[in-house]
């Protein structure tokens, strides 16, 4: 077998695994069984659980074992948090998100170890896993700092003028359920629990069994940030098994997968009256106008449909190229594309990694050989490469696609993008909104103006002007999230902090009732009160 320690430290043949450094820490030196067992110690699992075993993508072999919780530890796992959660609460905001900003420091100087543990759950390539450290710690660091300004107490107009006092505050839910996959495991697990926990919420999370590692890892350094350790509890176990008992002790949940099971979370939550975040799937447009400086462009294609081998939520699967640059484009975009260097090491250097299943690679598979067997051409890319590891799979560009293929409307969820050529600005505008989907797009023009102006037509969450989709992610004082079949509610900026609140509306009333006093009869209370009512508009009162 090549070995999938290498990474790349020169330019290497298109998709061929670069030549390995020397002392390369390999999979099995990065996971330890002591680590293995520290980590799953993290687990809520009594008795004597099942264990669960995972895989390392790279090789495909046993990376972890893993203890199983029941229906029972997650009922447990709610008692505990709840517990936790009161004196938390209790706690000056301060205090809370002073963990946060421990927890920001600990991370940049331990990433290392994490960056170890993402590629080796997930396939990935380090510089991609980085996306996942810097994307909490901007996390870290927005929450750790902003939250005072979001969940302060906001005075609000009062029903009376000088007499009612009124104050809108913020309290906490109490123990959310966190459902989090395995593309992005930092980022999706503790990324999304650290405004939850400076809120004053307290958090039962259940990563993907395949990611749990990270997850652990992350909630072991939270605790040395300062974390009550109960506060945060993780369960492991089969979706369709936990996944239920998550939502149904939960106070809100949030969730981050598949549209089909967001439909099933939010269908649980909502019997409940409980509410719900959901980020879900995405088919997600990237357009690429006449006036674009089409060698950016080409780079940020690259970025957009190939970080983390497209097992990304946001990453692009269609590409709309204005048909008179498009010939030009695509011999940029390809020629960039057929030079990505695959690999597998555990060190800067490689391009792309692996996908992380079979089932994400039987997926890839299918779409690229049915869309080329219905006559789609392949301008980069196309096949397995067994030879650098199991789930390997080249960056795919696929023209000539058309709307009875899979892979024109299915979410791949891999390193594949299909193109089509436009002609018009509309054209291009109805064709992305096309999908039932609504989550990330880009647009490439020299023009900001014109690209903001294109922009404010599409219909997704985030949409990135001459980036792929780090800028808008990476705003993490703006909110980010789906529309349509993307899902419900936003992370980041005040939605993503609020989302874990219950407004509270204190009024205090003064001197005077709201209602008929000093003598006064129904009648005359209500004339008074018309009066009342259209001077405050006269006077433009809110």
Known sequence: MTDLTADAQAPAQPGRNPAAPGGARTVASAVTPALVARLAAGVTAAGEPVPVHTVAPLTGERLATLPQSTPADVERAYELARRAQQGWAALPLRRRAAVLLRFHDLLLQRQDEVLDLIQAETGKARLHAFEEVLGAALAARHYGRAAGKYLRDRRRGGAVPVLTHTVEARRPKGVIGQISPWNYPLELSVGDALPAFVAGNAVVNKPDTQTALTALWARELLVEAGLPAALWQIVIGDGPVIGPAVVEHADYVSFTGSTRTGREVAQRAAARLVGASLELGGKNALLVLADADLDKAA????????????????????????????????????????????????????????????????????????????????????????????????????????????????????????????????????????????????????????????????RTGTVNVNEAYAAAYGSVASPMGGMGDSGLGRRHGAEGILRYTEAQTIASQRLLPIGPSLGMDDERFAALFTTGLRAMKAFRLK
């Not at 299943?357 to 006559?375: I, N």
């Open 299 to 458: 780079e940020g294609a690259v970025r957009a449909c190939f970080s983390s081998a497209g097992q990304l939520c946001i990453s692009v699967e269609r590409l709309f190229v204005h048909r008179s640059v498009a010939d030009e484009f695509l011999a940029r975009f390809a020629a960039r594309t057929g030079a990505l260097r695959l690999g597998g090491g555990l060190a800067y250097g490689a391009d792309m990694g692996s996908l992380v299943s079979d089932r994400q690679l039987e997926v890839v598979t299918q779409h690229v050989e049915e869309a080329v067997k219905a006559g789609a051409t392949v301008l980069a890319g196309g096949r397995a490469r067994p030879d650098l590891g199991p789930l390997f799979f080249e960056p795919t560009i696929l023209d000539g696609v058309t709307p009875g293929m899979a892979v024109c409307a299915e979410e791949t969820f891999g390193p594949v993008v299909s193109v089509y050529r436009f002609d018009t600005e509309d054209e291009a505008v109805a064709a992305a909104n096309s999908t039932s989907y609504g989550l990330n797009s880009s647009v490439w023009t020299k023009d900001a103006r014109r690209g903001r102006a294109v922009a404010a037509r599409l």
